[in-house]
Nanobody, 124 residues
């Protein structure tokens, strides 16, 4: 069974940075589009960022543009989310998603593979 494992969450103050990582248990994910979504308490799941399997295409949700950067290790089933200038509204559980389908515009269509999530809390 494929597993996606997120890491790197934590409690930080406003303006701080965090780097999340997601590692897939199967090497086949090196050739799959990957993404990050998040969900805050009482809110719907929100698209954060996506990256194509080549790494050449990235898209972002409007609320994180200019602050977050998605990347992937070439040839590996690992993606990262560099989060800078964090705000209290970034507080959420962040989920890694595998095998995303790119549509013309975000939020795109999530794939069937999800991690367990990692908590990010930004305190003011």
């Amino acid at each position: 069974q494929v597993q996606l494992a997120e890491s790197g969450g934590g409690l930080v103050q406003v303006g701080a940075s965090l780097r999340l990582s997601c590692t897939a248990s199967e090497g086949a994910f090196s050739r799959k589009n990957m993404a990050w979504f998040r969900q805050a308490p009482g809110k719907e799941r929100e698209f954060v960022a996506a990256i194509s399997w080549t790494g050449l295409t990235t898209t972002y949700g409007d609320s994180v543009k200019g602050r977050f950067t998605i990347s992937r290790d070439r040839g590996e089933s690992i993606i990262h989310l560099q989060m800078n200038n964090l705000k209290p509204e970034d507080t959420a559980v962040y989920y890694c998603n595998g095998d995303l389908f790119f549509e013309k515009y975000p939020p795109h269509r999530p794939g069937d593979y999800w991690g367990q999530g990692t908590q990010v809390t930004v305190s003011s």
